[in-house]
């Protein structure tokens, strides 16, 4: 399916070209007025605000883990990712995008006028000697973790803009463990992370007070990306071993971080790479 094709999610159908949001039930809503909802008084009249949040990378690892803890919440949710997910959610508009494209663009019309949150959670796990390493494995990578994470943050900036109106909106990006400790056979994924890790107190600095930008900096977690380290029972318990908590990460580990930062329980806190390591970067 190319890029900029529409998918239909649930009940739901959505229609790049035109930005608008044909429902088959009729409880069902424009994605802008549903969700999960605070407060708001105006004039003296109390009203629903809807939490919108987009994701990308969200359908598998740890972006599908936030995207099933932030439907628990009741929000509604735009996925932009490589592969879509058939008979999700009703409340999950999907849309094709492939990161690690450098022609993919993100139409204005896939993005909810106004945002609660972000995730930009696509990564690569290039682990291979310096020696090994060409220049175009440095610029695959970065094109997948920043490149990607520039565009997706620049067509979500004026939602997060306008979602800040009545408390702060909230970017969370991820990193990793590799980025502040050194760690042979990782000079590439290094180099994008601590990119990432720059980024995130730049923007938390530009974007201060209304938008929140926040890093989850992760060490080894089990997901489909990571199953070549994990294919043998012997490699397993090394990997388990290596960590002062003796396992590797789960998906529910990151994503639950992830969903506090997203929300305003995390209201005082910007600018911040949060390590989920098992100790790895400090003991």
């Not at 359908?59 to 949710?77: C, E, F, S, Y």
């Not at 060409?134 to 997060?160: H, M, S, T």
């Not at 029972?233 to 506090?260: C, H, N």
Request: aromatic share 6%; glycine share 10%.
């Amino acid at each position: 399916m190319p890029i900029g094709s529409f998918l239909q999610t649930g009940q739901k159908i959505c229609h790049p070209k035109c930005g608008k949001f044909e429902t088959r039930a009729a409880d069902q809503r424009n994605l802008s007025t549903e969700g999960e909802s605070s407060c708001v008084s105006r004039g003296g009249e109390t009203t629903m605000e809807v939490a919108n949040y987009v994701i990308a990378g969200g359908t598998k690892g740890i972006g599908r883990d936030l995207a099933d803890r932030l439907l628990q919440d009741g929000g509604r949710l735009v996925i932009l990712s490589r592969e879509p997910v058939a008979d999700w959610h009703p409340d999950v508009t999907q849309h094709q995008v492939d990161f690690s494209d450098p022609n993919a663009t993100i139409p204005p019309a896939w993005i909810p006028a106004s945002l609660r949150g972000v995730a930009y959670c696509p990564g690569s796990i290039n682990l291979r000697s310096f020696r090994s390493l060409k220049p175009e494995d440095f610029r695959r990578d970065f094109e997948v973790n920043v490149i990607g994470a520039v565009k997706f943050l620049q067509a979500c900036a004026a939602g997060l803009k306008l979602g800040s109106s009545q408390s702060t909106s909230s970017v969370v990006l991820f990193s990793s463990v590799a980025a502040q400790r050194g760690m042979g056979m990782h000079a590439s994924i290094a180099s994008s992370k601590s990119a990432i890790e720059g980024m995130t107190r730049s923007l938390a600095a530009e974007w201060s007070p209304g938008i929140r930008v926040n890093c989850v900096a992760p060490a080894l977690i089990e997901t489909t990306l990571s199953q070549r380290f994990l294919d043998r029972p012997e490699r397993r318990q090394q990997m388990d071993e290596s960590y002062p908590l003796k396992r590797i990460g789960q998906t529910g580990d990151v994503a639950e971080l992830s969903r506090f930062l997203l929300t305003d329980r995390s209201g005082w806190m910007t600018g911040q790479v949060l390590g989920v390591d098992g100790g790895l970067s400090t003991i």
